[in-house]
């Protein structure tokens, strides 16, 4: 009879030296039987949502955190109870067994054999048959060497954060310490959470600390004091305001576009253009044998068409390079497509754009724009971004001045297409007219340069014949 053995899971980097991730829901319970690999939880990073799988094959014996918790990076999430002769090697990232930051230590198995082991998706590097060397990670209570200095400053604690409660903190210094759950439990009772003594690690308040409060004999609601005891009647609320944590995606989102805001000097140029031909074209193409079954929207006409103004306005498609002092210019597309999602703004990008046709262009953007919706973006999708496209006209506005992303020299703003009076052939009449918006940094693209840019699109978009003499 093989011995057992319990196998801590530490919650791993999952892109970029990300800090920290919130828990949004297990899909195992403890006391459950899991298989490598299988999805055991689903995360929040600052960048997308995640399914985390296992890195044992064994039983859930702890769960470390709840659904609802943000946890810091390298802290454990949950152990499992494994076979001696089914548990991972000490170089699987996250495990108790070795580094922590997901290096092999030297005379692993991993070492020795040469083998590849299972590596988790954004878990960092494993050893190579080359022997190449990982690529370093973090290391976390006294892990792997190399690490870099750590400045000496006080931490920031984020509130929803209970693992990282600093000692017998006060109601004047931050908020009581307590999980989403938790908080909005308390916001059902009308319960303020600072009369509410915490029993948990650290103090932290717990659902059971809420309903003993509720139930005792004097309550303070929203913030009156000597309130008797009661709860708003349903559909009925009584506050006065909402709090959102600011956390996950939109965090990342909000510290994205202040830091290119006020880094990247921004210059936007407008121009409507008529763009009946390129809805006419639309419109054969969605009747066509070849583009049956495809999604074919204006934004797929106009993304084909910043691709091509591109080869002709290749500094457009650059990045500027503090450290070097230089300026990057790209030698491929990596279109990003900003969508909105119930988590906040996010720019996926479709990855060497540039070479795909038109029926692939379109294929990739249905793909695009329905994994952003459902929220299972992968972190690499989101990262690498060239130039990107923000399609505000679906929102029925036509013009605005969009920020770049973040390492990025130009973003464009498709407006709605609308019926206006225009003159057409020396005549007035009526036609389906589009505003164009082009945010670029002017340390990299000159105003002539960008206006040839947007002039070379809206040429396209008015006559997309126009492109015969372009490429």
Request: proline letters at 7%; charged letters at 20%; glycine letters at 10%.
């Amino acid at each position: 009879m093989s011995a057992t053995m319990i196998k801590e899971f530490r919650l791993p980097d999952l892109g970029e030296g990300l800090t920290e991730s919130e828990i949004l829901s297990w899909k195992v319970a403890v006391g459950d039987t899991v298989t490598l690999n299988q999805v055991i939880a689903e995360v929040e990073t600052a960048k997308a949502v995640v399914e985390l799988p296992s890195p044992f094959a064994g039983t859930v014996a702890v769960l470390h955190e709840q659904a609802g918790s943000v946890v810091e990076v390298g802290k454990p999430i949950v152990s499992f109870e494994v076979d001696d002769a089914g548990a991972s090697p000490s170089g699987v990232p996250g495990s108790d067994g070795g580094a922590s930051g997901g290096v092999a230590p030297t005379g692993s198995p991993l070492e020795a054999t040469g083998k590849r082991e299972p590596n988790l998706v954004g878990y960092g590097a494993v050893v190579e048959r080359s022997g190449r060397p990982a690529r370093r990670q973090r290391g976390f209570d006294g892990g792997v060497a190399e690490r870099e200095p750590v400045r000496e400053s006080v931490p920031v604690v984020e509130p929803t954060t209970p693992l990282a409660v600093p000692a017998e903190p006060t109601a004047e210094q931050e908020r009581p310490r307590s999980t989403p759950p938790v908080r909005k439990l308390a916001r059902d009772l009308g319960i303020d959470l600072g009369l509410v003594t915490g029993t948990g690690p650290a103090g932290l308040i717990t659902r059971s600390d809420v309903q003993d409060f509720a139930a005792g004999p004097q309550v303070q609601i929203l913030g009156r004091v000597d309130a008797p005891t009661a709860v708003p009647a349903v559909g009925i609320s009584a506050e006065r305001e909402t709090r959102t944590p600011i956390k996950g995606v939109r965090k990342f989102t909000a510290a994205a576009m202040v830091q290119s805001a006020f880094t990247a000097p921004h210059v936007t140029e407008f121009l409507t253009v008529d763009v009946t031909p390129t809805m006419e074209l639309l419109t054969r193409l969605k009747a066509s044998r070849e583009f049956a079954g495809y999604k074919l929207t204006p934004l797929t006409i106009a993304a084909k068409a910043v691709l091509i103004a591109l080869r002709r306005n290749p500094t457009l498609n650059s990045r500027w390079d503090e450290a070097a002092q230089e300026i990057v210019q790209f030698n491929y597309v990596n279109l990003g497509i900003a969508a909105a999602t119930p988590r906040g703004l996010t720019v996926p990008n479709i990855k060497d754009a540039d070479r795909m046709t038109l029926l692939e262009l379109s294929s990739a953007l249905s793909e695009l724009t329905d994994t952003a919706r459902s929220g299972k973006t992968s972190p690499a999708d989101l990262t690498g971004g060239t130039i990107s496209i923000t399609n505000i006209g679906v929102f029925g506005i036509d013009a605005g001045t969009p920020i770049l992303n973040p390492g990025e020299a130009a973003i464009v703003a498709l407006g709605s297409v609308r019926r206006a009076p225009w003159v057409h052939n020396d005549e007035l009449a009526v036609r389906q007219v589009m505003s164009l918006s082009l945010s670029f940094d002017h340390r990299l693209v000159d105003g002539e340069q960008g206006s040839k840019f947007l002039a070379d699109l809206g040429a396209i978009l008015s006559d997309p014949a126009t492109v015969m003499t372009m490429i």
